[in-house]
């Protein structure tokens, strides 16, 4: 598959005006052009963006999904391109570090506090996106490390990149604190069954191998809400919507939730950080260290 940037900034103004004519004054092309590489982008992601109309065209769902995807890996194009300009002549390393959202929330800043990251002197960039969203960039050559987790067989890395595992990370089954239950209670699937619940976005493969999971056990609950964030649906515990099996580093600000017990609804993720066999460097070992120890203490 080979998709340019150029095809995603005329995706996004297509989206943005509607049409392909009005489109090609936004970018600077024709609309003939503004069609043909829209045509191409179709052939290449294998499938249809627009229900096209005499002077207009609709967005399909999956042209939304993509469009999401281009404006991430535009403004992540972006940032690279502006931070190597803004490093040039200074001296200092820079490092292009992705990680995903808790990890971010919770870790990150411990590691940038510590005394040896501190005197380090490196630049470092860092974009905050879902595990596949940084693997492709790393796999580009956009990143020079990326946080991700893998859970159950997702996540299979090209020979070019290196794996590191760095920490475990269990799912833990979640209820609001006002429903009267005492954390660390045994309960089993029945009695959850009837409780209202919040499930992971479906969309993802995290999400896939969740909902499987609890099926494999045959907890079936009343689902009330989804989320694919899930330090979100942390809060939405909190607040008392319903509960969640969640991992535990989107649990550090646990206010108004209580952990409980059930049997047999064990789930681990693992966090790994990957780096490019082709472009090793000293520093991502560093931070790989530091990230492993702070994740090593108290949780």
């Known amino acids: 598959m080979a998709i340019s940037s150029s095809q995603l900034q005329t995706l ?32 290449e992601t294998g499938v249809r963006l627009f229900t096209r109309h005499a002077r207009s065209v609709t967005p399909t769902v999956e042209a939304f999904a993509l469009a999401k995807q281009a404006a991430r890996i535009l403004a992540g194009v972006d940032v690279m391109i502006s931070s190597s300009r803004a490093v040039q002549g200074t001296g200092k390393e820079l490092l292009r570090v992705g990680i995903f959202p808790s990890l971010a929330a919770q870790i990150l800043p411990q590691v940038l506090r510590h005394p040896e990251w501190e005197k380090s002197g490196v630049d470092l960039r860092v974009s ?39 920490a475990e990370d269990p ?29 992971q976005y479906p969309g993802g493969s995290d999400g896939v191998v969740i909902e499987q999971h609890l099926r494999n056990h045959n907890f079936r ?25 969640l991992p535990e580093l989107s649990l550090q600000r646990s206010e108004g939730l209580v952990r409980v017990r059930v049997e047999g609804l064990e789930l681990i993720r693992n966090i790994v950080a990957l780096t490019s066999r082709e472009r090793p460097g000293s520093r991502p070992k560093t931070l790989i260290r530091l990230f492993k120890e702070a994740l090593e203490g108290p949780q």
Request: proline residues 6%; hydrophobic residues 50%; charged residues 15%.
């Open 12 to 43: 996004l103004a297509v989206m943005k005006t509607g049409s392909f004519a009005a489109a090609a004054e936004d970018v600077g092309y024709s609309p003939s052009n503004v069609s043909q590489q829209m045509l191409t982008l179709e052939q």
């Open 128 to 166: 905050v996106a879902e595990p596949w969203e940084t693997a492709d960039e790393l796999r580009s050559g956009g990143l020079d490390a990326a946080f991700v987790f893998q859970l159950g067989e997702s996540g299979l890395w090209p020979p070019s990149i290196a794996r590191d595992q760095i």
């Open 171 to 199: 799912f833990r089954v979640v209820i609001p604190a006002a429903w009267g239950i005492a954390a660390h209670t045994l309960m089993s699937v029945d009695d959850l069954s009837s409780k209202p619940w919040i499930m």
């Open 221 to 245: 609950p009343r689902v009330v809400g989804v989320s694919d964030d899930f330090n979100a649906t942390a809060a939405l515990v909190a607040a008392g919507m319903g509960g969640a099996f």
